[in-house]
């Protein structure tokens, strides 16, 4: 079965840092992954997701994540964070079973 | 309408005790799932039903769980026995059908808490 990595379980920027949060799977071939986002207070959502094609992909509130097959890898990045994107940030793959694996997640936290 | 609802909120229970969760779908969905989130981690997957029937439930733990969707829709999380280990928040998500490309959204969960 699929595995994923979230390499920073906490992270703390400035209002308009860049973001880059690491994620990588486990193992190759065809892949559908996912970034979900925990506001605090409120349900999972999905941010974005990516399946096949353009491997860079957009989400809601300017949020990308860049699929990389060669380093099994599906960062998330924001060019500029405001101190609304303060929540917890979950990388995920769907393994061939019908069933979502998630990583540990990253807490954000942005300073105002 | 209304999103993926669970009841109740939160749960606190003693050792030994029997306790079910329950989860509402969003209406039409014909996927659920239940995953279990423990302190400091992702969510766990369990079960999904696709309609009535567990299409899917190696991730229940062991056979203090089960759960049960009799008519396609409600489904509840039944734990027997509950041990401190159980403690976790308890989400359920639905999708139109089961499969990647159909979104899960999930519910708010049932905190749970074995004294």
């Known amino acids: 079965a699929q595995s994923v990595s979230q390499h920073n379980h906490h992270v703390i920027l400035s209002e308009a840092a860049s973001l880059e949060l690491g994620c990588n799977y486990s193992y190759g071939g065809t892949v559908n992954l996912f970034w979900y986002v925990q506001y605090p207070g409120q349900h999972l959502q999905l941010l974005l997701k990516y399946f096949s094609g353009d491997p860079l992909v957009k989400g809601i509130k300017g949020f990308e994540a860049e699929f990389i097959k060669s380093k099994f890898s599906f960062n998330l990045r924001k060019p500029s964070v405001q101190w609304s994107d303060t929540a917890e940030y979950f990388c995920?793959?769907?393994?061939?079973?019908?069933?979502?694996?998630f990583g540990k997640g990253t807490r954000l936290h942005i300073l105002p | 309408g209304a999103g993926v609802s669970q009841t109740p909120s939160n749960k606190v229970t003693e050792k030994g005790k029997y306790v079910e969760l329950r989860c509402d779908p969003i209406?039409?969905?014909?996927?659920l799932y239940w995953y279990r989130q423990s302190l400091g981690q992702g969510p766990e997957f369990l079960i999904y039903f696709q309609g009535t029937g567990a299409a899917d439930d190696s991730g229940l733990p062991n056979d203090r769980f089960f759960a049960v969707r009799p008519e396609g829709s409600v489904s509840t999380l039944k734990i027997q026995r509950t041990e401190r280990g159980d403690s976790a928040v308890y989400l359920c998500?639905?999708?139109?059908?089961?499969?990647?490309?159909?979104?899960?959204?999930f519910g708010p969960g049932t905190r749970l808490t074995v004294l």
């Open positions: 995920a793959v769907y393994d061939r079973d019908d069933k979502i694996i």
């Open positions: 998500a639905s999708s139109l059908i089961a499969g990647a490309y159909n979104e899960q959204f």
């Open positions: 209406s039409g969905h014909t996927a």
